[in-house]
């Protein structure tokens, strides 16, 4: 007598900074993405299958067996002036290739039980003091609207009978890219220091409880819509640089004024100077045990070790 085969877990996105971590975790899995050559050789175990969000839905075939989507693919933000071109394929990557990705599962005979599909903190726009919770309306701006939208898309699969989460994602912390990664330099030479003046809150979280995030959403079935992926310590940009110096033995006094990021930025620098003070209030309730809560922490295990 033969098993049933075990449910499969699909993940876009998986040679992003989360996306890797969450399949050194989960272990073999479904990949979806632009190079399955490169997916296989990262991750030889994965059953990778190339797809681009531009040349229409992926095809049914690659979800043979597949319980659970996880969607994190998207362009990079960070990298560089917002042109035109660039504001274009962030947005399109992330609400075109959803809308995509959802269509192929509506052709599906059955669809998967669950889809989880990245947001971010950005969906809350520049808030200065206002504590923000899943309840709080969308913000203003570039990247607001791009979240409202990318969420939309992925909400469109609740008409299928899945259970849909939204992973509001604050900065991930990592000394293996993403944010922290590209500070060390910086700060390590003594030349870190306060953004903008420092005012700003910052709503960070640790990559380890971004993974256990996701892995608690695919295993809880009461979570569904809209959840804040922070620590519940939220700091501003003067403390975080703080305990940043404080982290590597430097100094952290070296500021970076506002129309200086502007001018060598652009529109981009909102990423940066935007104030979101997040609670991870979806989480707190779902009972959820952050394995680094506080920035102290989260910064020795990055930094040390300890």
Known sequence: MTSDPLPKIMITGATGLVGSALVLRLGPVVVLGRGA???????????????????????AAVFAGV?????????????????????RRIRDSRVLGTRRLVEAMAALPRPPRVLVCASAIGYYGDRGDEELDESSAAGDGFLAEVCREWESEAQAAVALGMRVAFLRTGVVLSSRGGALSRMLGPFRKGLGGPIAGGRQWMSWIH????????????????ISGPVNAVAPESVTNA????????????????????????????EMSQVLTSSQRVVPRAL???????RFPRLEEALSDLLTGR
């Open 37 to 59: 050559a490169a997916v296989r050789a990262r991750f030889p175990e994965a059953e990778a299958y190339s797809w681009s969000y531009e040349k229409g839905p992926p095809e």
């Open 284 to 290: 707190q309730r779902a009972g959820y045990a952050f």
């Open 239 to 266: 403390d975080f640089v703080r305990a940043l110096g404080r982290a590597l033995g430097r100094p952290a006094f070296v500021p970076l004024p506002r129309f200086v990021l502007r001018a060598a930025l652009g």
């Open 67 to 87: 319980e659970s989507v996880v969607h994190l693919a998207g362009e990079p933000i960070a990298d560089g002036r917002w042109t035109a071109e660039r504001k």
């Open 207 to 222: 990559l380890d409880d971004v993974v256990g995030v996701l892995l608690r959403i695919l295993d809880d079935p009461h």
